[in-house]
């Protein structure tokens, strides 16, 4: 308990310094001199003095920082840390819309489609370690899918029997995982290793062999879908409901698996095993078998994910082109506690800081980009830390199951 309360102590305090420097910031803006300047689609543009603005949300995380030491409980450190992260970046976006427009919309609506391929691939580890499979083979998956799928778009003529045949390989490479890690026992991060180096000898010798030899390197990408009468809803129609296939499969599988995951026979299956394999075995499940099934499913919504790289994105394929998105989906998993829905929180962080500093660089805004990229790793090291609720794995992840 003293030690809870240390690091509450510790935490709030450095919160609160923030939000002093926060509203110290906002004293650099003459007063009613600089404007910000958002857009929020079609509901228009909002104007706002930019001093007394990042002088109002200091002022709010200040008293977010101060409850903590108030009331003395652990769960106000979350108030404490979401009040303080939400001042902050909204402290930064009105900086940078200082004399220039600022698209809100375009901000959240590149935010979701950037967070596609880590939602994807922190479910496809989900579904693994659910089951006590340790997944680290995401990034070979999804950059071996990208490359098939291309690959079989480009010389099929047809996107969607590339979309299928990236899915299907997703599976494929899965299938090999969970052969290595359940049938032949070997060390689960040693066979995903194996299996990340696999893909990147596997996809610059396809490239390099058949790619760069065709006639052309550029195929057309997944189009642009309105859901009728729903993509003219204000702000929420851009964002949501005006998207590309892959980005809507990705929300529809949110909701599925959460559903089937905590709401059906097979999930309470699912997280039995990850949690107890002896006792799952002993009442009548396979273990085996859904451990199988799960690493599959899992590398075929990785493949999906792989997908959106060369089919929904670039309309090509380039080495490494996943870019480590792969350990990325890793971290949002454990920031979302292996839960559908907190893997999904997490993937939209990460993907809302790859879009701030993507805008940031085009409109030169003196922030190194990089500084930006770091955040949502230091939020997943502070959940791992325990300070905002601690992350605790399935039981039996990582164990290989041998059966009496």
């Given amino acids: 308990m003293q030690k809870d309360y240390y690091r509450i102590i510790i935490f709030s305090g450095l919160t609160l310094l923030l939000n002093l420097l926060i509203i110290r910031f906002s004293f650099n803006f003459p007063k009613e001199q600089a404007v910000s300047l958002m857009g929020f689609g079609t509901l228009g543009k909002l104007s706002m003095f930019t001093g007394r603005s990042i002088r109002i949300l200091g002022c709010i995380g200040l008293i977010g920082s101060i409850i903590p030491f108030v009331k003395k409980f652990n769960r106000y450190v979350n108030l404490s840390f ?58 070979g998956m999804m950059l071996t899918s990208a490359c ?11 996107i969607w029997i590339g979309l299928f045949c990236a899915i299907l390989s997703g599976g494929i490479i899965a299938l090999l995982h969970a052969f290595l890690s359940i049938t032949m026992i070997t060390d689960q991060i040693v066979s ?76 309470l299956r699912t997280r039995s095993i990850g949690e107890h394999p002896e006792a799952a075995d002993t009442v009548g499940i396979n273990v085996f078998k859904m451990r199988y099934l799960n690493v599959i499913l899992g590398g075929s919504i990785a493949g999906l994910a792989g997908a959106w790289f060369s089919l929904e994105t670039t309309g090509s394929f380039d080495d490494m082109m996943t870019n480590g998105k792969g350990f990325i989906a890793l971290a949002a998993m454990i920031f979302g506690k292996w839960h559908p829905v907190g893997a999904f929180t997490g993937g939209l962080i990460f993907g809302f800081f790859d879009a701030l500093q993507i805008i940031f660089q085009i409109k030169n805004i003196p922030i190194p980009p ?32 041998r059966k009496q």
């Fill in 82 to 139: 979401f009040t303080t992260a939400f001042t902050t970046v909204s402290a930064i976006i009105l900086w940078a819309a200082v004399g220039s427009l600022f698209d809100i919309v375009g901000l959240l609506d590149l935010s979701l489609r950037l967070s596609t391929p880590i939602v994807l691939g922190a479910m496809a580890g989900m579904l693994c370690e659910r089951t006590g499979v340790i997944n680290i083979a995401i990034e």
């Fill in 148 to 158: 098939i799928g291309f690959t079989a778009s480009l010389y099929l003529n047809n």
């Fill in 192 to 267: 995903g290793t194996v299996i990340n180096i696999l893909a990147v000898g596997l996809t610059g010798f396809i490239r390099r062999s058949f790619l760069l030899k065709a006639r052309l390197t550029r195929t057309a990408i997944l189009p642009i879908i309105e859901v009728p009468l729903l993509s003219k809803i204000p702000i929420l129609g851009i964002i949501i409901f005006t998207n590309q296939p892959i980005v809507f499969l990705m929300m529809g599988l949110v909701v599925f698996i959460s559903i089937m995951l905590f709401k059906t026979r097979w999930g």
């Fill in 370 to 401: 990089q500084f930006l990229w770091m955040l949502p790793y230091v939020i997943t090291m502070i959940v791992l830390a325990g300070v905002i609720g601690k992350s605790i794995p399935p039981a039996a992840i990582g164990v290989p199951y």
